[in-house]
């Protein structure tokens, strides 16, 4: 599976982007896509994730009513509109995939095997 993220850029306090993740190749199995971003210095940190369906999500608790993940018809787009983005938001936002997730959390690194590049986010005060 290959993951190509785009859509980050340079938006200032309140502000609002949308990323887009676009999934390529062997999709057959992939149950989960999710968004994790990584400030400099830091861990990388879950944002939110989706099943293939696109019925059901997680998101972690400083993104709910902020931001919304969603799939395009095809269902090998993902989306991630962002609004009200903050400084603390500023970050590479990168998309992962997870085939066969079966008990993992959506939250964990474990439930994913297929990373694409980062995107960066700056949110300037």
């Known amino acids: 599976v290959q993951l190509q993220a785009s859509g980050g850029g340079l938006v200032q306090t309140g502000g609002s982007l949308r990323l887009s993740c676009a999934l390529s190749?062997?999709?057959?199995?992939?149950?989960?896509t999710g968004w994790w971003r990584q400030a400099p210095g830091k861990e990388r940190e879950f944002v939110v994730a989706?099943?293939?369906?696109?019925?059901?999500?997680l998101y972690q608790d400083s993104v709910k009513g902020r931001f919304t993940i969603s799939k395009g018809n095809a269902r090998t787009t993902v989306y991630l509109q962002m609004s009200g983005l903050k400084p603390e938001d500023t970050s590479v936002y990168y998309c992962?995939?997870?085939?066969?997730?079966?008990?993992?959390?959506?939250?964990?690194?474990?439930?994913?095997?297929?990373w694409g590049h980062g995107t960066q986010v700056t949110v300037s005060s």
């Open positions: 992962a995939a997870g085939k066969y997730s079966g008990g993992r959390a959506w939250s964990a690194l474990s439930a994913y095997g297929y």
């Open positions: 989706i099943n293939w369906s696109g019925t059901a999500t």
């Open positions: 190749g062997s999709t057959f199995g992939v149950d989960v």
